[in-house]
């Protein structure tokens, strides 16, 4: 942790150099709330740090930070990006059309949509992206062009199964 405030500089040193996009995931790691009460002092300073490198920086270049906690972060952080998008957990249409395209090359024609959306119940986007990649997966080494509701409703219950708790929804933000 002591080295972060020094590659924070670092990466904000570059981004005048390297117009680009600038992803800081897991964000919640360095931009919790500096009220938490379980704060050491170091978070804290890496946050103050990453503000005031923001506040500085007027490079051409985008700084995207994500987190699947948004409710931690720093009130702070929310006024310093331009943009705040929030991904809420993809309802019955959008999971039908994740599936789809995902699994486009794949016979899906008995799929019980049903099923499978109910099933895919408070899954990211991506969760139910790798249940779809373990369905194909499964069904090219049963030599099958066919996806099945039982199978992809198997991968996705494993999903669940895989998942720490998480919350509702997700997000991320843009400056």
Not at 77 to 96: E, I, K, S, T
Not at 99 to 111: A, H, I
Request: glycine content about 4%.
């Amino acid at each position: 942790m002591g080295e972060t405030a020094v590659k924070l500089h670092l990466v904000f040193d570059a981004m005048t150099q390297t117009k680009g996009v600038y992803l800081f995931d897991e964000f919640d790691a360095i931009g919790s709330t500096r009220s938490a009460h379980n704060d050491v002092g170091e978070v804290r300073r890496i946050l103050n740090s990453f503000l005031q490198f923001l506040e500085r920086d007027d490079s051409e270049s985008i700084v995207l930070a994500a987190t699947n906690f948004p409710g931690v972060l720093d009130d702070a952080l929310f006024r310093r990006f331009d943009d705040v998008v929030r991904y809420a957990l993809p309802d019955g249409p959008m999971v039908r059309a994740l599936v789809e395209n995902r699994l486009s090359s794949f016979n899906m024609k008995d799929l019980a949509w049903s099923t499978v959306t109910r099933a895919a119940r408070r899954l990211s986007h991506a969760e139910i992206t790798r249940a779809c990649d373990d369905a194909a997966k499964a069904a090219v080494l049963a030599d099958s062009a066919s996806i099945t509701t039982d199978l992809l409703a198997k991968t996705i219950r494993v999903r669940h199964l895989m998942r720490p708790s998480a919350p509702g929804k997700r997000g991320s933000a843009a400056r």
